[in-house]
């Protein structure tokens, strides 16, 4: 019965200066990983600027070219539009004068 009997491992003790002393490194590494996370979202910062400078430069492009399209149709639509009632008068008038 000794041989089966689980051998007691007298526990220790923490005393307050130890438990200060494991909180304080863990608030060391806190406020190491909050530095290096700053650095980091900075630099996330940046690149969102950077791209978003892009992306306004883009759409202001699109919206130009866009516009020039635009102009291009209204400019046809109206040659177009003359032409057919120039035709017309056209017509009108031949037959008119047959």
């Known amino acids: 019965m ?3 009997m689980a051998v007691m491992v ?9 438990l ?3 909180f304080g490194r863990i608030d060391a590494d806190l406020r190491e990983l909050r530095v290096e996370m700053k650095g980091g979202f900075e630099q996330i ?3 969102l600027a950077r791209a978003d400078d892009r992306f306004n430069a883009l759409q202001r492009e ?7 399209v635009q102009r291009n149709m209204m400019t ?13 008068a056209a017509v009108i008038a031949a037959i008119a004068f047959s």
Not at 76 to 83: E, G, Y
């Open 2 to 4: 000794l041989l089966s």
């Open 10 to 18: 007298p526990r220790e003790r923490w005393t307050d200066e130890r």
């Open 20 to 22: 200060d002393e494991g």
């Open 45 to 47: 910062d940046k690149r």
């Open 62 to 68: 699109m919206t130009a070219r866009f516009d020039s």
């Open 76 to 88: 046809w639509a109206i040659a177009l539009f003359s032409t057919i009632v120039s035709l017309n």
